[in-house]
């Protein structure tokens, strides 16, 4: 069993940075991928970014590239998703989750919601304009 806790939400204005945390506890392993992904209100959840434990490769919807940047710490089995440059339409739940045998699919299918077994409660990210 793996348990998520995602950490840094907040309140900033557009054009501000946010940098979330999420830290695994339990069963990890170098097969994890994991990925944040984003619920605004009255829209479905979806995919913001996903990396791959074992060699750090990494993967972005292209609403974010060039302006957010996933990493993992694996001394801290922490993952973080440093936000730039945000604007009101990045305003959302911020959720981050972990495929425990994520290599063993192909990188397309990172942004697949039911690819991942195990989610955090979600932290709230507001930018203002």
């Known amino acids: 069993q793996v348990q998520l806790v995602e950490s840094g939400g907040g309140l900033v204005q557009a054009g501000d940075s946010l940098r979330l945390s999420c830290t695994a506890s339990g069963r990890t392993t170098s097969s994890n991928v994991m990925g944040w992904f984003r619920q605004a209100p009255g829209k479905a959840r979806e995919f913001v970014a996903a990396?791959?434990?074992?060699?750090?490769?990494?993967s972005y919807a292209e609403s974010v590239k060039g302006r957010f940047t996933i990493s993992r710490d694996g001394g801290k089995n922490t993952v973080y998703l440093l936000m730039n440059s945000l604007m009101p339409e990045d305003t959302a739940v911020y959720y981050c989750a972990l495929d425990p045998r994520g290599i063993y699919r192909n990188a397309n299918d990172y942004s697949r919601i039911g690819g991942y077994d195990y989610w955090g409660q979600g932290t709230q990210v507001t930018v203002s304009s």
């Open positions: 990396i791959v434990w074992i060699d750090s490769s990494t």
